[in-house]
């Protein structure tokens, strides 16, 4: 959603020679007990990024993000933030805010009181504090609801407050600690835009920690997958997408089919590749050159894959098939297809007209074909 | 006696009809309305049989006059003349006496003092105490608020007599203390003020600990954790999240220990001195020694209206808030 008249920062911080990171993770391990929360994690998040930790539940994603907020203390590891050591400073010491999953609202305190709070610690002389109120309240568009208890707002307006209330002591790192994931699917989609607009204009760095690669992928700059407490990929969402960098993000983000097999022949930038599933070689783009025998795994997303009546005679890599399932989307329908050897392949059709509706139905006979590179070799 | 004037059966005659004409009403109404007459009866016929109805006996006989002579001793209201009349016979005297007599109104203040520094001691130590147990770890908050209970095990009368002996000149208190060197002779504290606190304290501490206890668990932890967040300090987060969120709770508990102990005897009685008169000592020896059933209800009358009128008051009070803040 990056709109690159309206941004501060660079657009990728990450690319540009020389950049200096504005917040260092560095080697920080967590353990309960003796589960690794999080595990000899590094990384490196740049000025007025939105950069998110996408994983599973207990991938450590939040506890990754309460160690930065200081309300956990890593076994190990030094978070640096701005040029500053910050691992051993208590929360109320750091210049970092946090939006509580929960909210965390104050329910004894009205909404202009509960975003005053963090204010009236500093000390804030009274103008300036209902001044800075008046301007937060603005922002996330609750300007007469000051005078609101918790209690009496809905689920969106409390997720706004709980905004403005972590936004208003200006930290120079905000927190958010699944932004959205209490609100129903409209308001998430909407509130996603709105949150990037806030966040484009005010030039705050936000980290995110979602379970929802959707999410992840419609307001990040970067998005950082965690699986068993380490990080497997930082990207931007592009290039989680297109080129995951193993088998466990491939899946994790968007749909995708997975193929098993073993590299058969080299031939040059190109291998080609054997799967028992699909009955036969496929050849696949890939950049280094494997060593025959390697086994590798192959993913095509399900939009890659084109559809044939008849066996297409200029493509390479095609495997005929039954339709086993269909399921009718509205802009899209998805079509599970069970190929002669028993592979299964998702694919999916867009409907780009009214009137074109998609004419195969269970058990129709059909061919599928993808290019060497619509899909990617994995490795790991 | 009769002929002139009211026709006192007629009248008799019509209250009766009006009251039958009422109950086949309200039979009818509860036949429509049975299930939630149930529900809201049950706890409606408690009160009333075992608040209200004691309630009217006591108030009745603090309007009698005493008289020796009668089993129970004292004086009917009631009394049907001939010709139907009834006959009223209230007597004000009693708490004419209360006002007039210094002693009363000075135990009643007494009384007050000693609930108000009571509930305010048990706030002190409770709050704390209820503190650990909520955030204590699930294993052993079962255990600790079990400790808190484990006394009512025991009786409440020998609970106190084993105070005395704690508490007495030779007692392990004040032998701990001579032997720690921290005092060069025994404290007189048996039959003072003190000992009285103390037993008031110790006795009524775990009706301040469980509202509170309760109140607290249920808080969300992350509250807390957003208060550190926004740059409070841990005591400063205390003052600002915790203690407001717990009001329910103090205020549950605190009246929990005052009303009762307003009403104390058994504890001024066996650990106070003899300046420390409570109200409900006077009530107990009014009742027991002087047999004066009249003035006592009179006595115990005050106690309920002082009690009861500022606890009205205050939910009253407690009320409009709450309506005045969910109108803004």
Known sequence: MAQPGRRQAPIEPWQQPGAQPFLRICNVTKTFGQTYAVDDVSAEVYQGEFFSLLGGSGCGKSTLLRILAGLETPDRGRIVLGGEDITDLPPYERPVNMMFQSYALFPHLNVAQNVAFGLHQERMARGEIADRVAAMLDLVQLKDYGRRKPDQLSGGQRQRVALARALA?????????????????????????????????????????????EE?????SRVAVMDAGRIVQVATPAQLYEFPANRFVAGFIGAVNLFDGRVSQQQGEDLVFHCEALGGDFLMYHGDPLPIGTPVTVAVRPEKVSVHDTRPTDRRNAVHGKVVEIAYLGDVSIYHVATDHGQVVRIQITHEARYSRPHYSWDDELWLSWDPDDGVVLTA | ??????????????????????????????????????????????????????FLIVARISLTTIDPNAQPPYSSIVTFTQGWQLELHFNLDN?????????????????????????????????????????????WRLPLLTMVIVPFWTSFLIRIYAWIGLLKDQGPLNNL????????????????????????????????????????????RSLLEAAFDLGCKPMRAFWRVTFPLALPGVIA????????????????????????????????TEFFQSRDWPLASAVAMAILLLIVIPTLLFEHLQARRGAQEARR
């Not at chain 2, 305010?120 to 105490?129: A, K, Q, R, S």
């Not at chain 2, 605190?254 to 106070?272: M, N, T």
Request: with cysteine; glycine share 10%.
């Open chain 2, 95 to 139: 708490y004419r006496r209360l006002w007039q007599d210094g002693l009363y109104l000075s135990a009643y203040l007494n009384s007050l003092k000693t609930a108000a520094i009571s509930t305010l001691l048990c706030l002190m130590i409770g709050f704390p105490m209820a503190l650990g147990i909520a955030r204590a770890s699930t294993r």
């Open chain 2, 253 to 284: 508990g605190s009246l929990l220990v005052f009303i009762p102990a307003v009403g104390e005897f058994v504890i001024p009685d066996l650990l106070g001195g003899p300046d420390s008169l409570m109200i409900g000592r006077v009530l107990w």
């Open chain 1, 169 to 213: 002591k200006q930290p120079k790192l905000l927190l958010l600690d699944e932004p959205l994931g209490a609100l129903d699917r409209k308001l998430r989609e909407q509130t996603q835009f709105e949150l990037v607009g806030i966040q484009e204009r005010i030039g705050i760095t936000f980290i995110t920690v979602t379970h929802d690669q």
């Open chain 2, 177 to 220: 203390l001579l032997w720690l060197g921290v005092i060069d002779e025994p404290l007189h504290i048996l039959y003072t003020n003190t000992a009285v606190y103390i037993g008031i304290v110790y006795s009524y501490l775990p009706f301040m600990v469980l509202p509170l206890t309760a109140t607290l668990l249920k808080h969300d």
């Open chain 1, 216 to 220: 992840a992928m419609t307001m990040s």
């Open chain 2, 1 to 54: 006696m009769n002929g002139s004037g009211f026709n006192w059966l007629g009248f008799w005659n019509l209250v009766f009809s009006a009251l039958v004409q009422r109950i086949g009403v309200l039979g009818r109404e509860l036949r429509q309305r049975r299930g939630r007459l149930v529900v809201a009866g049950i706890p409606m016929l408690w009160l009333g049989l075992f608040f209200l109805l004691p």
